[in-house]
């Protein structure tokens, strides 16, 4: 599965931006897609996961009641519409493919495939 994510910018503290995250060559059935973040001088942090099928999802405590994942199967594609942004979510945000437990949704090492990664700047 090769992935694609797009949709950052730049945008005002309190403003909000969409992702979208897009499967090529391959599908997101069976797989948990997750969405997670690195900041500059910082380590790759989870924000959230969406289980394709059902539709479990889960959230990182730093985003959550902000964030929310959803998908449009018949686009074959995960958003991450992320609002009330926060100059601390400026990050490089990208989206992975993965069959981790719902207890596990939170670790990168489970993830297979990895987007290039899309840059989201939140100025104060």
């Known amino acids: 599965v090769q992935l694609q994510a797009y949709g950052g910018g730049l945008v005002q503290a309190g403003g909000f931006l969409r992702l979208s995250c897009a499967a090529f060559e391959g599908s997101f059935r069976n797989y948990v897609v997750g969405w997670f973040r690195q900041a500059p001088g910082k380590e790759r942090e989870f924000v959230g996961a969406i289980k394709w099928s059902g539709g479990t999802t889960s959230y990182a405590d730093s985003v959550k009641g902000r964030f929310t994942i959803s998908k449009d199967s018949a686009k074959n594609t995960v958003f991450l519409q992320m609002n009330n942004l926060k100059p601390e979510d400026t990050a490089v945000y990208y989206c992975?493919?993965?069959?981790?437990?719902?207890?596990?949704?939170?670790?990168?090492?489970?993830?297979?495939?990895w987007g290039q990664g899309t840059v989201v700047t939140v100025s104060s």
């Open positions: 992975a493919t993965g069959r981790p437990v719902l207890s596990a949704y939170n670790q990168a090492r489970l993830y297979y495939y």
